[in-house]
């Protein structure tokens, strides 16, 4: 029986925790919601590599602004695509940037995954009249 209150009180920590935040405004997006210590604000002390990937970030939140269609074939595609070009957009600052080999390598693989993902996403999309 401790267990099962143990774990209704975290649920219902959390499930308050979750209402505090979005009272507040503040969404799931971690870095991406552009508050807080992971801002896509630019800061005169960003580095390159930093003001690079604020850049692909706030270029990826923009695009990824696409209205819903309630065609969730299209919507996913719609919407992935432009999340994907943001993959694409770190990676080569990763490549840019990025000295262990390891990120270099993930960056490279990225690249090519999402590119044809992206591409496969677009012809989908154009078979589709969309």
């Known amino acids: 029986m401790t267990v099962a209150r ?10 308050g925790l979750a209402g505090t ?4 405004g503040l969404h799931d997006h971690g870095s991406m919601s552009g508050q807080g210590r992971g801002s896509m604000k630019p800061d005169p002390k960003d580095d390159a590599s930093t003001r690079a990937f604020k850049a692909a970030d706030q270029t990826m939140m923009t695009d990824m602004d696409v209205p819903y269609t309630g065609d969730p074939d299209v919507d996913f595609r719609t919407h992935m695509i432009p999340h994907h070009k943001g993959a694409v957009a770190m990676a080569e600052v990763a490549l840019k940037y990025a000295r262990d080999p390891a990120t270099q390598a993930m960056a490279r693989k990225i690249i090519a995954d999402q590119t044809t993902e ?12 969309r």
Request: aromatic residues 4%.
């Open 6 to 15: 143990t774990l209704l009180a975290a649920a219902l920590l959390t499930a």
């Open 21 to 24: 935040a979005r009272a507040q």
């Open 118 to 129: 992206i591409a496969d996403m677009e012809a989908w999309l154009k078979r589709h009249g």
